[in-house]
């Protein structure tokens, strides 16, 4: 076993094509923004900005810098918009926006991308300034045309009025006029109060009849003249590589066009999916695993159970993220002691990945569900030999992501782009992965061990707290600096329980065994809440308190108010300790994303099998942009949580994936998904993460409730193995 090393920044060829391309001189003073936008077309907007524009009719669109996975991010940013611009709700539209890092970078992450929860918290002041600045343009229009102060004007749904002389003109007749005025730098923004939109169940999706009507357009809708579809043959094993492979079954099979080998494995065009599917399997290919990880996750979970124990230290680098106090003497043998292993999970989006890629002939495009256009557009220039800005990405809709459709070396993109340089002369190729390429050759949440042990004082409560993270960098092969990964700790680090114990020592160990991994819905949240939330129930049945009052006092200890009121909340609506008959309630709290939400699972056990009947969920996400969005969020968030509870599990032996489709890689059936009703605790905060929080949360509260049925804690996931 080898000791992950620090992440370390990796500039890619781009750089250097950036540097030989451009020259250096071109360079200086340049902000990374301006380095990835290098060979991009200049952008006209419109006189409202990048975010606005406005047709001779008054219609409003929202020009959107984040990606429509099917979260509703859409409604949210319509809807700030609307709000500070009082457009007409109903005839508001969104598009998304081009691919250009300077202009639509998330200002979080540097780049242009979606992730993180961060699409309306990161675009709350930006949008709510563009609003506010196009209204005020309408505005001192209408006061000209209407010769009357300003001050004196009122809008509502797109309409100026004054009021004192029953006069008005819609922003269609005002549009030339207000075109030409200069949009002011600081407008005036509306006090929360004051809303009329935002808070309200009419913030609803805007893609809802386009999905319904089968009008929105993805990929796969995508068809092109003189398309070609390809897919590509991957190894059994990660790090695995072609030694040699027969084509001629392949290229008999009609429709087939070319065979050739990728850096990742073995592609066959063809002119139709179906041509390139029974190419691929017609494909003979031997190959060379000398370097192929051989791991199996049942001897890596022993494995990471030694580290943590520190009966295996070879090569095993510790590194601190929370430190605390005197730990000689703060522990004793009546701690708690609990160890807790989580599985790999693989994302398995509804809609596998794909992408259609022009390059030649003065071409380069890409078109696709890009979760991160700017990273897309770097791989593709490496590959290309182009500058970043030149390469166009169009974004499309996509069908689900989960965080797969986002990684550093943009894996799908980057085989689309090589076969569709080796066809050439800018004809586009549409790369498909089918449900078993992306099981199978994917990238997958970490599989990963805490070992924990809990000191407690006279009063109950965590004097000591010892805690060991054996898990895999996610962060590892970032081009841009990180130092330590946070996302292997997040949810621990800074929790409430460590910071209200006055001995800490919680420390990670990354190791590297060659097995592709990423962000998975919440991160680290995944299996920090699990472990968090349960040891505290574990606590509390200790010494005998109700869950949910020793964490009041738990909370009350560090000041963590918004937990607090969040865990009030919901276990007032669930009508803690009254259960419905039959079953048993779970508590659990975790916060992520700047989002404390708060879940009271009821569950039951059918022969062994445990059910889950109704789930009660409260959140603090600050200022609720969308609260029927937040609700389905919530709902989403529960069941695929509680189906990586249940069932999630990516197994390896001798380093090949066991699970190739969703017979042997369960989701929850619809007749096993709880009612989950959602209250959202009021707040005047900036809006925060809406996407994941209602994830990491659903499996502790039924862990806990579980506890509480049988008297034994849960120490691995998932719950149900077949």
């Known amino acids: 076993m080898l000791a992950e090393p620090p992440a370390r920044p990796n500039r890619r060829a781009f750089l250097v094509t950036v540097a030989a391309?451009?020259?250096?001189?071109?360079?200086?003073?340049?902000?990374?923004?301006?380095?990835?936008s290098l060979g991009a077309p200049a952008m006209h907007f419109g006189a409202f900005g990048p975010f606005i524009r406005i047709d001779p009719d008054g219609s409003v669109t929202v020009v959107s810098k984040h990606i429509e996975v099917g979260q509703g991010t859409h409604a949210g940013l319509a809807a700030i918009?609307?709000?500070?611009?009082?457009?007409?709700?109903?005839?508001?539209?969104?598009?998304?926006?081009?691919?250009?890092?300077?202009?639509?970078?998330?200002?979080?992450?540097?780049?242009?991308?979606?992730?993180?929860?961060?699409?309306?918290?990161?675009?709350?002041?930006?949008?709510?300034?563009?609003?506010?600045?196009?209204?005020?343009?309408?505005?001192?229009?209408?006061?000209?045309?209407?010769?009357?102060?300003?001050?004196e004007l009122t809008v509502r749904n797109g309409v100026v009025v004054h009021q004192a002389t029953n006069r008005s003109a819609t922003f269609a007749e005002l549009l030339p006029d207000a075109s030409k005025v200069t949009p002011p730098q600081n407008p005036p923004l509306k006090d929360p109060k004051s809303f009329t939109l935002i808070g309200t169940d009419r913030v609803r999706r805007k893609d809802s009849r386009l999905k319904a009507t089968g009008t929105a357009r993805f990929t796969q809708d995508v068809h092109l003249p003189g398309m070609l579809t390809a897919m590509v043959a991957h190894p059994p094993r990660f790090g695995g590589r072609v030694a040699s492979f027969d084509d001629s079954g392949a290229r008999r099979v009609p429709g087939v066009v070319d065979v050739f080998q990728i850096p990742s494995g073995v592609a066959v065009v063809a002119s139709s999916t179906w041509a390139a599917r029974m190419g691929r399997e017609a494909l003979k290919v031997t190959w060379d695993d000398s370097r192929a990880t051989r791991v199996s996750s049942d001897r890596l979970a022993a494995q990471y159970r030694a580290i943590a124990?520190?009966?295996?230290?070879?090569n095993v680098r510790w590194q601190p993220y929370a430190t605390k106090g005197d730990v000689r003497g703060a522990f004793h043998d009546s701690d708690l002691v609990a160890t807790y292993d989580v599985p790999y999970l693989a994302h398995a989006p509804m809609e596998p990945m794909n992408a259609v890629a022009e390059v030649g002939d003065g071409k380069h495009k890409l078109t696709l569900g890009s979760q991160t256009p700017t990273l897309d557009q770097l791989n593709t220039a490496e590959i290309i030999g182009v500058l970043p800005g030149s390469v166009e990405v169009e974004t499309l809709f996509a069908g689900g992501s989960f965080g797969r459709r986002t990684n550093f070396q943009s894996d799908f993109v980057r085989e689309t782009v090589q076969i569709a340089k080796r066809v050439g002369g800018g004809r586009p190729v549409k790369l498909v992965w089918s449900r078993e390429d992306d099981m199978a050759a994917g990238y997958y949440r970490p599989l990963t061990h805490h070992s924990v042990r809990v000191a407690l004082g006279p009063d109950g409560l965590p004097s000591a707290w010892r805690q060991r993270i054996v898990t895999q960098s996610i962060m590892k092969g970032s081009p841009i600096p990180v130092g330590f990964d946070d996302t292997t700790v997040e949810g621990a680090k800074n929790s409430p329980y460590i910071d209200g114990a006055p001995v800490v020592d919680g420390q990670v160990a990354m190791i590297d065994v060659g097995v592709p991994v990423l962000w998975w819905r919440s991160v680290g949240a995944t299996h920090t809440a699990f472990v968090m939330e349960h040891t505290v129930d574990q606590l509390a049945r200790k010494v005998g308190r109700d869950p949910v009052d020793y964490r009041r006092a738990l909370y009350n200890r560090v000041g963590a108010e918004r937990r607090l009121a969040a865990l009030n909340l919901a276990a007032a609506k669930a009508g803690w300790g009254q259960p419905t008959a039959g079953y048993t309630q779970g508590v659990a709290v975790h916060e992520s994303f700047g989002s404390v939400v708060a879940q009271v699972a009821e569950v039951r056990l059918d022969n062994g099998v445990p059910r889950v009947g109704r789930v009660v969920t409260a959140i603090d996400c600050g200022i609720a942009v969308a609260p029927d969005q937040i609700a389905a969020q919530m709902e989403g968030g529960a069941c695929l949580g509680l189906a990586a509870a249940l069932y999630g599990e990516i197994v390896l032996k001798d380093g090949i994936v066991q699970q190739h489709n969703?017979?042997?890689?369960?989701?929850?059936?619809?007749?096993?998904?709880?009612?989950?009703?959602?209250?959202?605790?009021?707040?005047?905060?900036?809006?925060?993460?809406?996407?994941?929080?209602?994830?990491?949360?659903?499996?502790?509260?039924?862990?806990?409730?579980?506890?509480?049925?049988?008297g034994k804690p849960t120490t691995s996931l998932p719950l149900i193995r077949t």
């Open 662 to 710: 969703f017979d042997g890689y369960r989701v929850l059936r619809m007749n096993e998904a709880p009612v989950v009703e959602t209250y959202i605790v009021a707040s005047a905060n900036p809006p925060s993460g809406v996407g994941e929080p209602g994830t990491p949360v659903i499996a502790p509260a039924v862990a806990n409730a579980l506890l509480e049925i049988t």
């Open 81 to 151: 918009v609307t709000e500070e611009l009082d457009a007409d709700w109903d005839t508001v539209r969104v598009v998304q926006a081009p691919a250009d890092a300077k202009v639509y970078a998330n200002t979080t992450m540097g780049v242009q991308g979606t992730g993180g929860s961060s699409g309306v918290a990161n675009s709350w002041d930006q949008l709510r300034h563009a609003g506010a600045a196009a209204r005020a343009m309408f505005v001192q229009a209408a006061a000209t045309r209407l010769s009357v102060p300003a001050a």
């Open 309 to 314: 124990a520190g009966t295996l230290t070879q």
């Open 21 to 36: 391309s451009a020259g250096a001189s071109l360079l200086v003073g340049c902000g990374p923004a301006d380095i990835l």
